[in-house]
């Protein structure tokens, strides 16, 4: 069984930054590939960032520029980093890892960006 641990979500001011992490334990297999995905009230999940096992990454566009993810393989752990965040960032943020081809996911953290 594979357990996560999500942290790093919080409120914080419009122009403030914030590091989500996430860590995998329990039976884990070789992770592939690793993302984060956000969920606002009222709309439907979509993708934040994704990186690959040998650190490639993809960023949805709204993330771009300001959002950086990244893993640690030696501790299964993936992060991100997000600065200048916005209002419309408000979302529970997931993470989701690829283990032989399945998705496992987090419960979520909530990151609130409001004055």
Known sequence: ?????????????PG???RLSCTASGIIFTISAM???????GKQRELV???????STNYADSA??????SRDNAKNTMYLQMNSLKPEDTAVYSCKMVMLGRDYWGQGT??????
């Open 49 to 55: 960032a994704t990186i690959s096992r040998g650190g």
């Open 110 to 115: 909530q990151v609130t960006v409001s004055s």
């Open 16 to 18: 403030g930054s914030l």
């Open 35 to 41: 993302g984060w995905y956000r969920q606002a009230p």
């Open 1 to 13: 069984q594979v357990q996560f641990v999500e942290s790093g979500g919080d409120l914080v001011q």
């Open 64 to 69: 771009k520029g300001r959002f950086t993810i």
